[in-house]
C-alpha cells in the first residue's frame, strides 16, 4: 500500500497546485484506489468521491448506466472502464475522471478474460485508456498491480 500512496501523494500536490478535483470507480481493485488517494493528508482539496462498481446492480444505482447504454459494451473492455471515468467526472463535475475494470483472478471472467486483465481510464481534457495484462492469478497480487497502474495512468496524465 505504500508504494501506492507514494504515487497519491504526487498526484495530490499537482492536482492541489492546479486546483483540479478528482473522482474514482472501480471495481476488480476493490477500493485500493480510493484508499490510497484518501491516505494523502488533505484529500478532500482534490477527492470529491468514489464507488465500488462491482456488478451490474452497481452501475445502474451508483452510475445511473442503464443496461440499455451498455449495449455493445461489456465489463472488464476499454470502452467500459473509458465510459466508467467520463461517467464519474460529468456526474461529480471534476476535473479528472479515472477508472479500473477487470478480472483479479485467481480465474478468469465470465467473458473470456484471463486472470490479470485489467482495463483502466482516465478522463480529463482527452481520455486515455489502456489495458494490463499481468498473466498472473493471484488475486490480491493483481488487485495491486492494477491499482498502482492506474495511479500511474492517472499522474502521467495529470502531468501532461
Not at 35 to 47: E, I, R
Not at 77 to 97: H, I, V
Not at 121 to 150: H, P, W, Y
Request: glycine share 10%; aromatic share 4%; net charge neutral.
Amino acid at each position: 500500500m505504500q508504494d501506492l500512496i507514494g504515487i497519491a501523494g504526487q498526484i495530490a500536490a499537482i492536482l492541489v497546485a492546479r486546483k483540479q478535483t478528482l473522482a474514482v470507480a472501480e471495481s476488480s481493485t476493490g477500493g485500493l484506489l480510493s484508499a490510497a488517494l484518501l491516505a494523502v493528508p488533505g484529500a478532500s482539496a482534490y477527492f470529491k468521491g468514489g464507488a465500488v462498481v462491482y456488478t451490474r446492480e452497481a452501475r445502474r444505482l451508483l452510475m445511473d448506466i442503464p443496461d440499455e447504454a451498455m449495449k455493445g459494451i461489456r465489463s472488464a473492455s476499454e470502452p467500459y472502464a473509458k465510459l466508467l471515468a467520463e461517467q464519474m467526472r460529468r456526474r461529480f463535475e471534476t476535473d479528472w475522471g479515472l477508472s479500473e475494470t477487470g478480472a483479479t483472478g485467481p480465474t478468469g471472467n465470465r467473458y473470456g478474460d484471463a486472470a490479470g486483465h485489467s482495463c483502466m481510464a482516465v478522463a480529463g481534457a482527452a481520455t486515455r485508456v489502456i489495458t494490463l495484462e499481468t498473466g498472473s492469478s493471484d488475486r490480491a497480487g493483481n488487485m495491486q498491480a492494477f491499482a498502482k497502474t492506474a495511479l500511474e495512468l492517472l499522474l502521467k496524465e495529470v502531468s501532461s
